[in-house]
């Protein structure tokens, strides 16, 4: 079935930088764009950003701008998530979420997100 | 950026009633790029809604999403123990943005 599994939770120290995996199966990875939203607890959801599986380009909401970076890699069909210079902050469940459908010869408009991963706590404290 | 508020922040209801959750944008939303998700403790999101009015995959037809522009509406037309949650709407007009939430709670 289409799903999406996320690594483990993990605890970081203030400053240090965090990498979250999210592994696509089930479907195309290179035909759905994938986003990472994060929910600080008891909080509400917050877009950090956009990658697009196929080429690898993204875009970053503007609060994110300079400390986080989203890769893929194809082979494994998975997406990473880097957070640099974390603060007590940053102390969050992160998910990763299927977005539009993506193809190079037509437009795609946008969509919501229909899939979503189980979510990664990261705790950031010293 | 498209700013999202939901009301009411709590809705306190009864299985067998209806429930009515509202989420105005400010701007407004272009093309009713507008989603509404479920999220129960401890679980990821689930999409109920997508433009504004259309139930993702295996949605009951009890869930039903109205409105366009800067009104939008979920509607829960009679409510199962199973449907008390957080409740979530999202734009993916321009950027993404999401509300802050209606908890529906068991009355």
């Known amino acids: 079935q289409v799903q999406l599994v996320q690594s483990g939770a993990e605890v970081k120290k203030p400053g240090a930088s965090m990498k979250v995996s999210c592994k696509a199966s089930?479907?195309?990875?290179?035909?759905?764009?994938i986003h990472w939203v994060r929910q600080a607890p008891g909080q509400g959801l917050e877009w950090m950003g956009i990658?697009?599986?196929?080429?690898?380009?993204?875009s970053y909401a503007q609060k994110f701008q300079g400390r986080v970076t989203m890769t893929r890699d194809t082979s494994t069909s998975s997406v990473y998530m880097d957070l640099s210079s974390l603060r007590s902050e940053d102390t969050a469940v992160y998910y990763c979420?299927?977005?539009?459908?993506?193809?190079?010869?037509?437009?795609?408009?946008?969509?919501?997100?229909?899939?979503w991963g189980q979510g990664t706590m990261v705790t950031v404290s010293s | 950026e498209i700013v999202l508020t939901q009301s009411p922040g709590t809705l306190s209801l009864s299985p067998g009633e209806r429930a009515t959750l509202s989420c105005r944008a400010s701007?407004?939303?272009?093309?009713?790029?507008l989603g509404w998700y479920q999220q129960k403790p401890g679980q990821a999101p689930r999409l109920l809604i997508y433009?504004?009015?259309s139930r993702a995959t295996g949605i009951p037809d009890r869930f039903s999403g109205s409105g366009s522009g800067t009104d939008f509406t979920l509607t829960i037309s009679r409510l199962e123990p199973e449907d008390f949650a957080v409740y979530y709407c999202?734009?993916?007009?321009?950027?993404?943005?999401f509300g802050q939430g209606t908890k529906l709670e068991i009355k």
């Open positions: 979420a299927r977005g539009h459908y993506y193809d190079s010869s037509v437009y795609s408009p946008p969509d919501a997100f229909d899939i």
């Open positions: 089930g479907y195309t990875f290179t035909s759905y764009y």
């Open positions: 990658i697009n599986p196929s080429g690898g380009s993204t």
């Open positions: 701007p407004s939303v272009s093309s009713s790029y």
């Open positions: 433009g504004a009015s």
């Open positions: 999202q734009q993916y007009g321009t950027s993404y943005t």
